[in-house]
């Protein structure tokens, strides 16, 4: 068992209809991160944790939001998506002694 | 800002070469953290090692070993006698924030062909 996964792992929806991507954690550990993953990008720092109800803005940010209503779930909103935002999504937490782990990932397509 | 390189984009060698994949990273803090993962074709994310800004030794872990240099900011990875699992892409990243952020870079795309 992992201690985090994510959900749905595939999802094609369509431009400007909003779409929530969930992770979940049963380690309770306080920060959560969520990527995005792009071709000649690596992965990229969207939104972070730090706590229930703390969360804060990364490199993307732009079009997403974020919400963290118990430590072992975090949600990540696409307002309404855009065919940009076809990637693949990582969320993941931090363990002890920087000890990071990643969900399996959920591939979004905008069509 | 921190920012790490990973200049290769795709590096491809024959089962049994060694390959090296450089890093490069970019930050003004003392303490820092740097990483590689490794993302095989089935997409997961496979952590590989860590390394903190204090501790300069160079690391071997069967046919991996990694080269950690802070006079040119470099953290470069080498996979000696590939073998065609070996494939795969591999990140380089960085750590310096108290939140945990990671910096990643835009990763090096390994092929090994029997």
């Known amino acids: 068992d992992a201690g985090i996964t994510q959900s749905p792992r595939h999802k094609v929806t369509e431009t400007g209809t909003p779409v929530t991507l969930r992770c979940h954690q049963t380690?309770?550990?306080?920060?959560m991160y969520w990527y995005r993953q792009d071709p000649g990008h690596g992965l990229r720092l969207i939104h972070y944790?730090?706590?229930?109800?703390?969360?804060d803005k990364g490199e993307v940010s732009d079009g997403y939001s974020v919400s963290r209503s118990k430590t072992e779930d975090f949600l990540l909103t696409l307002e309404s998506a855009t065919s940009s935002q076809t990637s693949v999504y990582f969320c993941?937490?931090?363990?002890?002694?920087?000890?990071?782990?990643f969900g399996s990932g959920t591939r979004l397509t905008v069509v | 800002a921190q920012k790490v390189t990973q200049a290769q984009t795709e590096i491809s060698v024959v089962e049994k070469e060694d390959v090296t994949l450089d890093c490069v990273y970019e930050?003004?803090?003392?303490?820092?953290?740097l990483f590689w993962y490794k993302q095989p074709p089935s997409g997961e994310l496979v952590f590989l090692i860590r390394?903190?800004?204090?501790?300069?030794q160079n690391e071997i872990s069967g046919r991996y070993s990694w080269n950690f240099q802070k006079s040119t900011s470099s953290f470069n990875f080498t996979i000696t006698a590939s073998q065609v699992v070996d494939s795969a892409v591999y990140f380089c990243?960085?750590?310096?924030?108290?939140?945990?952020?990671?910096?990643f870079g835009a990763g090096t795309q390994v092929v090994v062909t029997p």
């Open positions: 990243a960085s750590k310096t924030d108290s939140w945990g952020k990671l910096q």
């Open positions: 380690e309770n550990h306080r920060y």
């Open positions: 944790s730090y706590g229930v109800k703390d969360t």
């Open positions: 993941a937490m931090l363990a002890g002694s920087y000890g990071y782990t």
């Open positions: 930050t003004r803090d003392t303490t820092y953290y």
């Open positions: 390394r903190n800004s204090f501790d300069e």
